[in-house]
Structures are given as structure tokens and as C-alpha cells.
Nanobody, 124 residues
Framework: QVQLVESGGGLVQDGGSLRLSCAAS????????MGWFQQAPGNLEREFVA?????????YYANSVKGRFTISRDNAKNMVYLQMNSLKVADTAVYYC????????????????WGQGTRVTVSS
């Protein structure tokens, strides 16, 4: 089993930056692909933001964040990160870190473990 704890959310102005972190427990972290999802206020579903493969060699991004967000991982530290630059008001959401044994990494149903989320608020 994997436990995930996100941190790094907060209030930032339009155009600003934040770095989200996700700490994972367990000795099998490197056997999971990792992803970030967002759930905007009023939305019932979590939307894909970014994902990274087990080795970190391949990354995937939602079109809305390409060129602005960067996902990375450090398997030695059991950590995954989401660097968010040029933030927009539309990025306001709760961001969740998730672990997947594999499959279609842009679909929340392919993820087996989830963190509790960290809130990001972008003000105009």
C-alpha cells in the first residue's frame, strides 16, 4: 500500500508560481507511475493535469498546462513534484497526487492510491 501526502498549495497572484510536493510512503514507490489531478470548485470530477512514468523518463500533460507546468520525481526520496508557472485564475483547484500501477495515465480510474489534496488559489 502507498500513502500520499501533498503539500505546497496556497494563494498566489495571477502569473505567479507554486511548487507542489507529494511524499509517498512505502518501499515500492518506484513501481508506480504518478499523476497530478485537479478538482476545481463546483466540479464533481477530478481532471488530469500531469503524469510521469515509473522511471521518470516520460511525462504527460493536459493541453491546458503544457509549457507552464512540469512534473518530476525523485525515486530515492519517494517524492513527486509539480512545478506550476504562469498560473492563471482558471488553475484554482484542489490538486491531488495519485499513484498508478499502470494503464491510461490521464484517467483517474487507473490510479490506485490518492492523497488528501492541497488547495491552490490563484487571484486576479
Amino acid at each position: 500500500q502507498v500513502q500520499l501526502v501533498e503539500s505546497g498549495g496556497g494563494l498566489v497572484q495571477d502569473g505567479g508560481s507554486l511548487r507542489l510536493s507529494c511524499a509517498a510512503s512505502g518501499r515500492t514507490f518506484s513501481s508506480y507511475a504518478m499523476g497530478w489531478f485537479q478538482q476545481a470548485p463546483g466540479n464533481l470530477e477530478r481532471e488530469f493535469v500531469a503524469a510521469i512514468t515509473r522511471s521518470g523518463g516520460t511525462t504527460y500533460y493536459a493541453n491546458s498546462v503544457k509549457g507552464r507546468f512540469t512534473i518530476s520525481r525523485d525515486n530515492a526520496k519517494n517524492m513527486v513534484y509539480l512545478q506550476m508557472n504562469s498560473l492563471k485564475v482558471a488553475d484554482t483547484a484542489v490538486y491531488y497526487c495519485a499513484a498508478s500501477r499502470g494503464g491510461q495515465l490521464d484517467h483517474p480510474r487507473k490510479y490506485d492510491y490518492w492523497g488528501q489534496g492541497t488547495r491552490v488559489t490563484v487571484s486576479s
